[in-house]
């Protein structure tokens, strides 16, 4: 990673109201359910601005919330899309198309300075277009066991993606039209396999696909250099997708305070 390197950061707040946001008055979205007293959106943009590495930060949330608290540690906030990729258009724009900017999902309890800056540096080293975090099953379980995700398993092991990627805003075109592909094709095997390839699910099915396999694949799909970044700060990882996740986050964040 070159000496010195400040990131601009985007993190996606937008989202319709779900089950985590219900039981929370006014809130627009999970971003702004707070968990143990600070919203979750309040927390990332905490560990955000903990770190050395993170300079300007754009945060994408529905108008309704743009004079929250909760948004305070934002330099910009910016409208969000009524889908993810034009939430994440609406927070690359204007951005360096070929440096890359740290992208992070607004449900991030936990997230913490050595997990963003960990991921900063993995990111940096792979030189891909986009670096993409996860972490390995047995490294996530020794620190949050019973923490449910979903997980890939792969040649290498069980892996389990971040709430954090990093990629140079020049590819947001080509990774558009890829999530509109598979958006149309996820609940059909024979599309999917027309995607992916039907030699990378076969050997997914069989735990022989590696990474370095998956990379490839998805560099070819998006015409980019696509990297995966393992992480060991498993922080990286936890979010809050389920109503249950609420009281499991308020242990967590607790925990981790009483820490340090």
């Known amino acids: 990673m070159a000496l010195g390197t400040v990131y601009q950061a985007v993190v996606l707040a937008g989202g319709s109201p779900d089950e985590v946001s219900e039981g929370t008055r006014n809130a627009p979205n999970k971003a702004f359910v707070p968990i143990d007293g600070v919203t979750l959106v309040g927390r990332t943009l905490a560990a955000l601005r903990?770190?050395?590495?993170v300079g300007r930060i754009v945060v994408v949330a529905p108008p309704s919330a743009f004079a929250a608290s909760a948004l305070n540690g934002a330099d910009e906030i910016r409208e969000a899309g009524a889908t993810m990729a034009q939430s994440l258009r609406a927070g690359l724009a204007r951005l360096p198309p070929s440096e890359l900017v740290l992208v992070t999902a607004s449900d991030l309890p936990i997230l913490s300075r050595a997990a963003i800056?960990?991921?900063l540096e993995l990111a940096e080293r792979t030189e891909a277009d986009v670096a993409y975090s996860c972490v390995e099953r047995r490294v996530h379980e020794a620190r949050?066991?019973?923490?449910?995700?979903?997980?890939a398993h792969?040649?290498?092991g069980t892996f389990c993606g971040g709430g954090c990627v990093a990629?140079?805003?020049f590819v947001l075109e080509a990774?558009?039209?890829?999530?509109?592909?598979?958006g149309n094709a996820r609940k059909n095997p024979l599309r999917l396999a027309s995607i992916f390839g039907y030699d990378?699910?076969?050997r997914y099915a069989l735990r022989r696909l590696s990474i370095a396999d998956a990379e490839r694949r998805a560099s070819a799909l998006l015409g980019v250099r696509v990297a995966a970044a393992v992480c060991v700060n498993a922080e990286i990882a936890v979010n809050v997708d389920r109503a249950s996740d609420v009281a499991r986050?308020?242990?967590?964040v607790r925990r981790f305070s009483s820490n340090g």
């Open 144 to 151: 949050f066991p019973g923490v449910p995700h979903t997980w």
């Open 117 to 119: 800056d960990e991921f």
């Open 175 to 182: 990774l558009s039209r890829f999530l509109g592909r598979l």
């Open 200 to 202: 990378i699910l076969a």
């Open 167 to 169: 990629l140079r805003p």
């Open 50 to 53: 903990s770190s050395a590495k």
């Open 154 to 156: 792969l040649r290498e």
């Open 249 to 252: 986050a308020v242990q967590l």
